[in-house]
């Protein structure tokens, strides 16, 4: 019997021709490598812009009867973004449910995409993860030191042991936070400025950090603006995240003092 990325077993007699996403990254890349397997999605996943079907909410709190009733074959889910109680509902309810770990670096995730995609869906190895491998095989030599906000009000930022935090590492930016021991710490404003990095990067999502609405925190430092998705999700968007995060973080001369 096919297990998830937990261990648990995934009761499929056949490959699966009706599938419901909790996790947007995910929903890209099941689409993007078979049109049409999607049959429902979280409120949360864009991509592909062109996905038309029903939606069941949002991936902390879905509505688990609306997923039932789109009766799917296999749901897929996150450990990081769902919550283990929406899971076991689905499986006492014998909905066959794959959850995928919360990857702390980019091999890991493309690993687990592959598992899930190649096992879990029987499907061919898709041409997109084979580039994103060979695009993100090679780090860049270290050349900045980064504070990563995800959150203000209050201020949460990327700790250890995160894929957003091996995304950077990649591409030559060393995260302050990486040996905390959190992997989403809540400092002080006071000690995100002291904490010695000379950038910070500021994602839209999940907090839409703007020209106007997060720089002018951090006085002195360079500061890029990027692409949330790119930074934290594990699918097709991967293959043009390197070149636009590296560009978006190399054009970061901009001060505010």
Same mark, same amino acid.
């Given at each position: 019997?096919?297990?998830?990325?937990?261990?648990?077993?995934?009761?499929?007699?056949?490959?699966?021709?009706?599938?419901?996403?909790?996790?947007?990254?995910?929903?890209?890349?099941?689409?993007?490598?078979?049109?049409?397997?999607?049959?429902?999605?979280?409120? +949360?996943?864009?991509?592909?812009?062109?996905?038309?079907?029903?939606?069941?909410?949002?991936?902390?709190?879905?509505?688990?009867?609306?997923?039932?009733?789109?009766?799917?074959?296999?749901?897929?889910?996150?450990?990081?973004?769902?919550?283990?109680?929406?899971?076991?509902?689905?499986?006492?309810?014998?909905?066959?449910? /794959?959850?995928?770990?919360?990857?702390?670096?980019?091999?890991?995730?493309?690993?687990?995409?592959?598992?899930?995609?190649?096992?879990?869906?029987?499907?061919?190895?898709?041409?997109?993860?084979?580039?994103?491998?060979?695009? /993100?095989?090679?780090?860049?030599?270290?050349?900045?030191?980064?504070?990563?906000?995800? /959150?203000?009000?209050?201020?949460?930022?990327?700790?250890?042991?995160?894929?957003?935090?091996?995304?950077?590492?990649?591409?030559?930016?060393?995260?302050?936070?990486?040996?905390?021991?959190?992997? +989403?710490?809540?400092?002080?404003?006071?000690?995100?400025?002291?904490?010695?990095?000379?950038?910070?990067?500021?994602?839209?999502?999940?907090?839409?950090?703007?020209?106007?609405?997060?720089?002018?925190?951090?006085?002195?430092?360079? +500061?890029?603006?990027?692409?949330?998705?790119?930074?934290?999700?594990?699918?097709?968007?991967?293959?043009?995240?390197?070149?636009?995060?590296?560009?978006?973080?190399?054009?970061?001369?901009?001060?505010?003092?």
């Amino acid at each position: 019997m096919l297990v998830d990325d937990l261990g648990e077993p995934v009761p499929l007699t056949a490959p699966p021709k009706r599938v419901v996403s909790l996790v947007p990254s995910l929903t890209d890349a099941i689409e993007a490598s078979s049109p049409g397997l999607v049959a429902g999605a979280t409120d +949360y996943c864009t991509h592909p812009p062109s996905l038309d079907v029903p939606r069941v909410g949002g991936s902390k709190y879905p509505r688990v009867d609306a997923v039932l009733d789109l009766r799917p074959d296999l749901v897929v889910a996150n450990a990081e973004e769902n919550r283990p109680e929406d899971v076991a509902r689905l499986r006492a309810d014998g909905i066959p449910v /794959w959850v995928t770990t919360a990857a702390a670096t980019v091999p890991e995730g493309l690993g687990s995409v592959r598992r899930l995609l190649t096992q879990g869906l029987d499907l061919a190895e898709p041409e997109w993860l084979v580039a994103a491998e060979d695009v /993100w095989r090679t780090p860049e030599p270290v050349w900045a030191r980064a504070v990563i906000p995800v /959150w203000r009000r209050p201020w949460v930022v990327v700790g250890r042991d995160t894929f957003a935090g091996d995304v950077l590492l990649r591409l030559g930016v060393e995260n302050v936070y990486a040996d905390h021991r959190d992997r +989403y710490p809540r400092p002080s404003l006071e000690e995100l400025n002291d904490a010695g990095a000379d950038l910070v990067v500021l994602p839209d999502e999940p907090y839409e950090f703007t020209a106007g609405d997060g720089p002018e925190s951090f006085p002195g430092l360079r +500061y890029a603006l990027v692409n949330g998705r790119h930074l934290t999700w594990c699918g097709p968007s991967l293959v043009a995240a390197h070149a636009a995060l590296l560009g978006a973080e190399r054009r970061s001369g901009r001060r505010l003092d």
